[in-house]
Each structure stands twice: as C-alpha cells, then as structure tokens.
C-alpha cells in the first residue's frame, strides 16, 4: 500500500457484492482479534457501495491499514487479482481563494469530529474526494450537511 492512506476498491461485474460484504466482515473480525472491537470501531473507517461496486477503507491508523491489508488479502484468495482493483485516491482539484480558509478533509474531520464512517463515505461517493482534498468550510458544509454559521461563529438560522 502507498503512501496515501485513503484505498479505493473497484469489483469487477462477475464478483458478487455479498461475497465481498462477508470478505469485508472477515477482515473485520481479524481487525478486532488484532486491535480490539472498540479499536476496530474507532480506526477502522470504511464504506462499501453497492450502487458503485466499490468500497473504501480509511489506511491512515495502524487500525486501518491492517484492515486494508487483510481486505486486499481476502479478495485476491478468493476472487483473483482479476476481481477487484485497489488504488489511493487522487486529490481533489481545487480553485484557490484569498477569503476562505483551506484546510484538508482529514484535518476539517479532526476538528470538527466528523464520524470517520462519515468520512468514508463522502470519498466513496465522489471520486475526486479524499483526506488531502483542500475544503473551505463552505464546501465542507456543502459536502457534509452541517449548518451554516455566521461570521461571528453562531450558527445561521435554516
């Protein structure tokens, strides 16, 4: 595994969904024997969408990466490396502004602890997402449901 921290996963159309749902509870379970459940709970951030044939596993704890690396493991025994492809995702291009904050999606989450299921599926769902993508507040908003607030810090009425 890269660098990156943050895998795609992409199943080809011969595999079945429900083998690799009961391939990801597998690694799960192994992720709990090795970190705990509540480890596993906590660290272990990752979303599969069927709609997609995709799934996404969050690599950046110890907690996730073993999930990852078990995942990769499981599906390449029982599918072949034909079956599924698995990638880091790419960073989101972004317009710069002089008005608005910057920060990463990782560290907008970190701040404002967002769930990291959360997380995991806002990059499932757009590809051009991932932890490194730079987010104003706005978009983060936009991409997360949360309120909007004011200038002055509370938050605006809906």
């Known amino acids: 595994m890269t660098e990156s921290g943050v895998y795609r996963f992409a199943f080809d159309g011969e595999v079945s969904l429900d083998e690799v749902e009961g391939t990801m509870a597998l690694a799960l379970i192994g992720v709990q024997a090795l970190h705990g ?9 990752h979303y599969f969408d069927r709609l997609r044939r995709a ?28 079956g599924f492809t698995v990638e880091p995702t790419e960073p989101r ?18 701040e404002l602890t967002i769930d990291a299921g959360d997380v995991a599926r806002l990059i499932a769902t757009d590809p051009s997402l991932n932890l490194s993508s730079p987010l104003t507040r ?17 938050e605006a009425a809906r």
């Open 55 to 82: 799934c996404v596993i969050d690599g950046r704890t110890p907690v996730g990466r073993d999930l990852g690396r078990l995942f990769t493991g499981f599906l390449t025994r029982e599918f072949g490396e034909a």
């Open 37 to 45: 459940e509540a480890g596993a709970r906590l660290e272990a951030g």
């Open 93 to 110: 291009p972004s317009a710069a502004s002089d008005e608005q904050e910057f920060k990463t999606l990782a560290d907008w989450a970190e």
């Open 138 to 154: 706005t978009e983060l908003n936009d991409l997360v449901g949360l309120p909007a607030r004011r200038p002055n810090g509370k």
